[in-house]
Every structure is written in C-alpha cells, then in structure tokens.
C-alpha cells in the first residue's frame, strides 16, 4: 500500500511541477498562509503551555545543591 500511496504522491508532485510559473507561485502563496494560519491558531491549551514553561524556566540545581539539600533532608 506505501508504495502505491508513494507513487501517487510523486505524480502529484509531477504534475505541480509542470504548473505554470504563475500557478506555481499562487500555490506556494496559499500554502505560505495555510501555514501561517495553522501557526497562529494551533497554540498549545494554557495546561500544556503552563507546563511547557514550567519545565523550561525551572530553576536548575548544582550537585553541590543537590547534595546538601538531599543530606538536609533524607538522613
């Protein structure tokens, strides 16, 4: 079936090639704003991003750090 689906797919690419120039150039302008616009309204939901920056902003310890917290509080 992949292979099958792969040679539709490179006749359809193909075909877009032999567009005209014009042609050519409005198809990617189309796709340039489907992108954009999937960009713009396929934001992560507030959860996600929350945690997201969570992970991301998290302070980060020092072995050290680690170490005298981990003896301070587990022995």
Known sequence: MEIRDEAYYNQILEM????????????????????EYLEKNNKPKRNEYSLQQLILQ?????????EIIWIKDFT
């Open 16 to 35: 877009i090639y032999q567009l005209p120039e014009q042609d050519f150039v409005k198809l990617c302008e189309q796709k340039k704003s489907k992108n």
């Open 58 to 66: 998290a302070p980060t310890w020092t072995d050290v750090e680690y």
